[in-house]
Antibody, heavy 122, light 110 residues
Framework: QRQLVQSGPELKKPGTSVKVSCRAS????????VQWVRQAPGEGQKLEYI??????????NYAQQFQGRVTFTRDLSTSTAYMELRGLRSEDTGVYYC?????????????WGQGSLVIVSS | SSELTQDPAVSVALGQTVRITCQGD??????ATWFQQKPGQAPLLVIS???KRPSGVPDRFSGSTSGNTASLIITGAQAEDEADYHC?????????????FGGGTRLTVL
């Protein structure tokens, strides 16, 4: 079945970087788009769009508030997408989700990873 | 970028019908997508496009749009429907290839 498995929790110091992975299985990875979304800790927090990467072409779209600090990459040999966020600050603490659109760029992100907790603290 | 507005909390009696709304100018151009999220879990897509439900989502979930307001309707709400509901759509101003999310609505089933 379609599955996205993300990397484990990270504890990072302010100013450093984090790289979160998202390994896909059960669908054609090269034909998909992977979106990244984050959610601040605690109940009832909103989802925040970070951006997406078209796996085949590596075209990307980044939300304005993350431009210059985030980079999406992918490794076709392992069907894995990556999100690197640099210059971490405490406000970046949250759960980071990847989600896949199996149809390409149809904005139907119907497969989600389990989330990766990133804590930024000195 | 566009903004989507949701009521923070809504409640419904067991078995009754509830409408959860999402308002924003981008909804005049793009369809809303709705996600259900239970505590400690990833979001689950429940409605997309013009009222499309993925397989496995109960048919008591439906969607509609009028003007700048999209609605997720649960007909005959069940206890297991208690969750946070998030809407999103493509961004119609600023980052036209990007996506915007609403603030989420906490649904309580009484």
């Amino acid at each position: 079945q379609r599955q996205l498995v993300q990397s484990g929790p990270e504890l990072k110091k302010p100013g450093t970087s984090v790289k979160v992975s998202c390994r896909a299985s059960g669908f054609t990875f090269i034909g998909s788009t992977v979106q990244w979304v984050r959610q601040a800790p605690g109940e009832g927090q909103k989802l925040e769009y970070i951006g997406w990467i078209v796996i085949g072409s590596t075209n990307t779209n980044y939300a304005q508030q993350f431009q210059g600090r985030v980079t999406f990459t992918r490794d076709l040999s392992t069907s894995t997408a990556y999100m690197e966020l640099r210059g971490l600050r405490s406000e970046d603490t949250g759960v980071y989700y990847c989600a896949a659109d199996r149809r390409g760029v149809s904005y139907l992100f119907d497969s989600w990873g389990q989330g990766s907790l990133v804590i930024v603290s000195s | 970028s566009s903004e989507l507005t949701q009521d923070p909390a809504v409640s419904v009696a067991l078995g009754q019908t509830v409408r959860i709304t999402c308002q924003g100018d981008s909804l005049r151009v793009y369809h809303a997508t709705w996600f259900q999220q239970k505590p400690g879990q990833a979001p689950l897509l429940v409605i997309s496009g013009k009222n499309k439900r993925p397989s496995g989502v109960p048919d008591r979930f439906s969607g509609s749009t009028s003007g700048n307001t999209a609605s997720l309707i649960i007909t005959g709400a069940q206890a297991e429907d208690e969750a946070d509901y998030h809407c999103n759509s493509r961004d119609s101003s600023g980052n036209h290839l990007g996506v915007v999310f609403g603030g989420g609505t906490r649904l309580t089933v009484l």
